[in-house]
């Protein structure tokens, strides 16, 4: 490893420059920067130090990059957790509207039954009140009858 400047240095870590100046500090310079042609240097250990410095933020980030991973992985878990459970409800749902159906279906034939045996009770009714009313009156006509002949 020979001495590399900023340039050539931030394209080995695919940063840019900035990148690597903002990183610097003015005591990490005066100890490993030179001047050689018009064009800063750093040697070997500065290089060392920098590298290490974006080996940090890189494992971070990928740290970061693989708890995102992992975060959508478990939202995409809990979606499909969740879309199984609208699923299992909207048949419970239709189930329960054929359910009510049936039971609607159900009281209607009761009533329509209810109605009719209504009708019965009252017909006979009727009739019995008529046969009540009929009987004295041929009782009364035989009397009468009867009494118009041993008059």
């Known amino acids: ?37 018009n064009k800063f240097v750093i040697d070997e250990e500065g290089q060392n130090i920098i590298k290490s410095m974006f080996k940090e933020v890189k494992s971070t980030t990928k740290n970061d990059n693989h708890q995102q991973e992992n975060s959508e992985t478990e939202n995409l878990k809990v979606v499909d957790f969740f879309h199984e459970q609208i699923v299992i409800k909207d048949e419970q749902l239709k189930e329960k509207d054929k359910q009510i159906e049936k039971l609607q279906s159900l009281l209607d034939q009761q009533q329509i039954l209810t109605l009719q045996a209504n009708k019965k009770i009252e017909t006979l009714e009727y009739n019995s009140e008529k046969k009540e009313e009929e009987k004295p009156t041929k009782n009364n006509e035989k009397r009468n009858w009867f009494s118009r002949v041993f008059k």
């Open 1 to 37: 490893m020979s001495n590399k400047t900023i340039k050539e240095l931030a394209d080995e870590l695919n940063v840019s420059k900035t990148a690597i100046n903002k990183k610097l500090n003015a005591n990490l310079k005066r100890k490993h920067f030179s001047k050689i042609a």
